[in-house]
């Protein structure tokens, strides 16, 4: 069967997650084909694993099902009542198009004796995430998806009210510190590619985000910190979001200087199935203006150090297995252009750089957070 995926703003980053999300899934029986506007995902698994994809996505906007080029269209609807929505991610069909669609669809299903209403777009081409939940057009309805010489069912959209929830009702947020955005965290733990059995680990979790996404993906979390207001808020939030949500999965907190770690919390890290790691270490504060490039210089050999210890700590665990780690490095600029770590610096001891070309930054940011994926494995 075929399926499409819509991504958000960061193709590639999508792209990357949902290659990881897939083989964690699937193994290598899938097939992923770049559409510009969206992806096509070939595999024989059955559909209930597809959904199992998505739902696990924090890149992605919508996913649905090709349908066979002779579908009778009436048949993908039943009871006396239809409403139902046409997007095109189809260069060649727009708006004015999807306009006289919708208004023929209607036509025939109003011959069968069926009341019916349609939503039309919003500016674009194609409806957005809160159109098809706002409708109710998964549930009760339907939208319809045209694609490059392809037409579609849409099956489900990014859940915006729980990314939200976790995002903005939790009950501890430092404002002086820089947040991980929420999506991107979920995106990270992907990459990170952790089986079922295993545990996350992030070694920077400061008020949680990362471990909330874990526990929303049914993973086991540790988190750790140097910084102690920070892990009573983590603890706050986590405590706050296994009520709300009602996970069960387990969390564990702790104290961790990353540069001058007890033999006690050694032994905790090396009691636990960590299955991967995902973190982004403190990249400074907040910043409101251009740097000048020896402050970027010195903000960037400030995090290499956390990360570099990072990789000791983990040549000092009994790991078993090897697992993945994904690491946000920063990028400032500066009045003479960017300033980011060296590639060449990444060279950390029993360890692989599988993933370097990855990034997430908003329009006219002065920083950007690189993503770095390494392999790990135990001597």
């Known amino acids: 069967m075929e399926y499409f995926f819509v991504p958000g703003r960061l193709k590639k980053l999508s792209l990357a997650e949902l290659n990881s999300v897939c083989r964690n899934i699937l193994g290598s029986q899938y097939d992923i084909t770049d559409k510009e506007q969206y992806f096509v995902l ?94 109710k057009l998964i549930s009760e309805g339907l939208e319809l998806v045209i694609l490059k010489n392809q037409m579609a069912r849409t099956l489900g959209v990014q859940d915006i009210e729980s990314f939200s929830t976790r995002d903005y009702k939790k009950p501890y947020v430092d404002s002086k510190m820089g947040v991980l955005p929420i999506k991107l965290a979920r995106i990270m733990i992907n990459l990170a590619e952790i089986k079922p059995q295993g545990s996350l680990w992030d070694p920077f979790c400061g008020s949680g985000n990362i471990l909330l996404e874990g526990l929303d993906m049914d993973y086991d979390v540790l988190g750790s910190d140097i910084d102690e207001n920070a892990l009573q808020g983590a603890k706050k939030n986590i405590s706050w979001v296994k009520k709300h949500f009602k996970y069960n999965s387990k969390a564990n907190l702790f104290y961790l200087d990353i540069q001058n770690p007890t033999r006690s919390k050694v032994d905790i890290l090396d009691k636990s199935e960590i299955g991967g790691i995902a973190c982004e270490p403190y990249m400074g504060k907040p910043q409101r203006r251009l740097l000048q490039v020896n402050e970027a210089n010195s903000l960037v050999r400030q995090h290499l150090i956390l990360v570099e210890n990072l990789f000791t700590i983990l040549n000092n665990l009994n790991l078993e297995k090897k697992i993945k780690v994904v690491v946000v490095f920063p990028e400032y600029k500066t009045r003479k252009g960017w300033v980011s770590v060296k590639k ?3 060279n950390f001891k029993n360890t692989k750089l599988i993933q370097k070309d990855l990034h997430w930054s908003r329009e006219n940011s002065i920083i950007k957070r690189l993503i770095f994926v390494f392999e790990y494995k135990s001597r």
Do not use: C, M, W
């Open 344 to 346: 060449d610096q990444l």
């Open 42 to 135: 070939k595999t024989d698994f059955e559909e209930s694993f597809v959904k199992e994809i998505f739902s696990r996505l924090g890149g992605f906007l919508k996913y649905g099902k090709i349908l066979d080029a002779d579908i009778d269209i009436q048949n993908l609807t039943d009871g006396g009542k239809i409403i139902f929505g046409i997007s095109s991610y189809d260069d060649s069909v727009g708006f004015d198009e999807i306009k006289k669609l919708s208004h023929n669809f209607k036509t025939e299903f109003v011959k069968t004796g069926k009341k019916v209403r349609f939503v039309l777009p919003k500016g674009e081409e194609f409806l957005s995430t809160s159109q098809v939940l706002n409708n």
